[in-house]
């Protein structure tokens, strides 16, 4: 009996990996769809940044053949990989042209509404993915390991990012949180955007530290100058540049602000805060140093930060 199924597992279809390897494989995504990848991917479309990196992440990146125009990171992928949309949207033909045996892909800009049917008529299997706390960035990372065959990569990079969480937590423990506007954004008609309380974002800024003015408030993201005053936060941060952050100092009534009177404003990394993948970790120590800055004297608590876990997939 044994070797019928030995000979039966040995005479599959070329095109399909022998199940002793163990393909095909079966993962399910954001959307609850059972997605059925026949064999390891060797030529994967990753739409969104944070998909991209999660999978240069794991060791998938040498196997990354198209992105989207918008991915700015990791620079190697960015120099060779092929283009398939972008602010307008995403092109199925295009995929199919780069010969594609694997999408992923965000639901933003309808990316996943307008190609997760028509690629599968095609053939092509896709995955779609959220990322709205930072568990799902670690599960998605263990997801992705999966269904390319780094599971390995996967493990140990979730694994790493959650251990260097958990340091951070324990190494602030009994430390009064700080309270924060955190600035995500901005427009020339005078609004401003800040994170929401139940996000990865929101995740990163408690990990450090840090509580947002605003926590509790799911549903807001447009704030104006006399909420924050009336909020009186003790740091405010901007997701920017240093220029960035000097102009908020600027803006009329906004000098009536302690903390901008202080001088307690300080701009942090876009990249390392609001792309949902590894490097959320790095800005969650980014924005702990800012926030506790004693914690990371020599012989402070956090004094030993464990290395980063960028790259530790191989």
Sequence with gaps: ???????????????????ADGWPRRVTDALGREVVIPAAPRRIVAIFSSNVEMLAAIGAGPEIVAIEAWTRYPPEIVARAGRVGGRLGFSVE?????????????PARQA????????GRIGIPAIVLTHRRLGDILGNIRLLGRATGHDADGDAVAAAMAARIDHLRRCLAGR??????????????????????????????RAAGGV?????RDRLGRV??????????????????PEQAQALTTRPGWDGINAVARGDVAAVSRALLLIPGPRVVDGAWMLARLLHPAAFAAGGACADAPQSVEGAGG
């Design 112 to 119: 996943a509404a307008g190609m997760v049917d028509p690629l």
């Design 94 to 106: 295009a995929i199919a042209r780069m010969d594609a045996d694997l999408v992923v892909m965000t």
């Design 1 to 19: 009996m044994l070797a019928l199924i030995v000979l039966a597992v040995s005479v599959m279809p070329s095109g399909i990996v022998r199940a």
């Design 212 to 216: 947002s003015v605003f926590a509790g």
């Design 176 to 205: 009064p949180p700080v309270r924060v506007y955190l600035e995500t954004g901005s427009d020339d008609r005078g609004a401003a955007f800040t994170l929401r309380d139940a996000t990865y974002t929101g995740d990163i800024l």
């Design 224 to 241: 104006s100058g006399e909420a924050v005053w009336q909020a009186d936060p003790d740091m405010i941060l901007v997701a920017g540049t």
